[in-house]
């Protein structure tokens, strides 16, 4: 085999403080090397983490069968809740009363919690499309009469979701919030603006009864404060929610902050006029 030849330049004498340049040249090029390293593991746990995340998201059911698949999933869901409860909600259990294979159901969600999150929509969906006549009705009520309308509906949505799973409610409360979120996929815009302008539009037909006679203003503060409160209410208080009386209770509350001293009192609704389904 060819002898390979040593350079000249490695044979040569070294100069003085080319041994340091040389040592000072590797360390920065060990240096750069590591980095470059450093950057390439940093790379890869960033690129693994994206892959992590993107891993979690849902595959989005496109064909009719998917459709159908993912439905089942979800119905299977709802149907282990009200019947055995929470403990049973396995995605093991889930796939099984769905009929489906359990490689199946991962297709389409990460977790049992994603598939919580989808029960929750669809029932939040069913309310806003059951809620345009009752929403119509309102407009004929005294203005106090509203209002005990809709903290009476808040009320029992809280308790429709908290009771169906409270420990994924009560995780998940301030971030989930079914029932806006349906809205925005009905109406195209956000939800909360929605509510808002719906309100001011009734609080303008009784402007003179505001205690501050500013129709928007009080819309928000009637949305946001009720909304405020009994998150809060599912955060630390939950036993509240359930409180016979709550309804009447923030009723008093919010008519006396909205409305002047010198309007009558708002009746109880009966229940059976407001539809809540």
């Known amino acids: 085999m060819p002898q390979i030849q040593p350079s000249p330049t490695a044979l040569s004498p070294e100069k003085p403080g080319t041994k340091a340049r040389k040592s000072g040249s590797s360390r920065s090029r060990s240096n750069t090397a590591n980095g470059s390293r450093a950057k390439a593991r940093e ?3 960033q690129e693994a983490g994206e892959d992590s ?35 049973a909600l396995t995605t093991n259990n889930i796939a099984a009363r769905a009929g489906v294979s359990i490689g199946s159901l991962y297709q389409y969600f990460a977790n049992k919690e994603q ?20 929403a119509n009705w309102l407009r004929t009520l005294p203005i106090r009469d509203v209002i005990r309308a809709m903290v009476d509906r808040a009320v029992t949505r809280h308790r429709e979701f908290h009771s169906f799973h409270p420990e994924f409610y009560q ?20 939800g909360t603006e929605a509510v808002v302008a719906w309100l001011q539009e009734i609080f303008e037909l009784h402007v003179e009864e505001l205690r501050v006679p500013d129709a928007r203003l009080a819309s928000v503060a009637l949305l946001h404060g009720i909304s405020a409160t ?17 309804v009447n209770k923030l009723t008093d509350m919010t008519c006396g902050l909205l409305l002047r001293d010198d309007q009558p009192r708002a009746e109880p609704v009966q229940p059976s006029a407001i539809q809540t389904n």
């Open 43 to 45: 790379g890869d746990s």
């Open 53 to 87: 995340k993107a891993a979690r998201v849902r595959r989005v059911p496109r064909q009719e069968r998917s459709r159908i698949l993912v439905d089942c999933i979800r119905i299977a869901a709802s149907e282990i809740l009200k019947k055995d409860g929470p403990k």
């Open 115 to 134: 598939i919580l999150e989808e029960v929750f929509r669809e029932r939040a969906s069913k309310n806003v499309e059951d809620s345009r006549e009752w």
């Open 171 to 190: 995780k998940h409360h301030r971030n989930l919030d079914p029932n806006l979120s349906a809205l925005e996929e009905h109406t195209g815009e956000s």
């Open 230 to 246: 009994l998150h809060g209410l599912v955060d630390g208080e939950h036993g509240l929610l359930y409180d016979e009386n709550i």
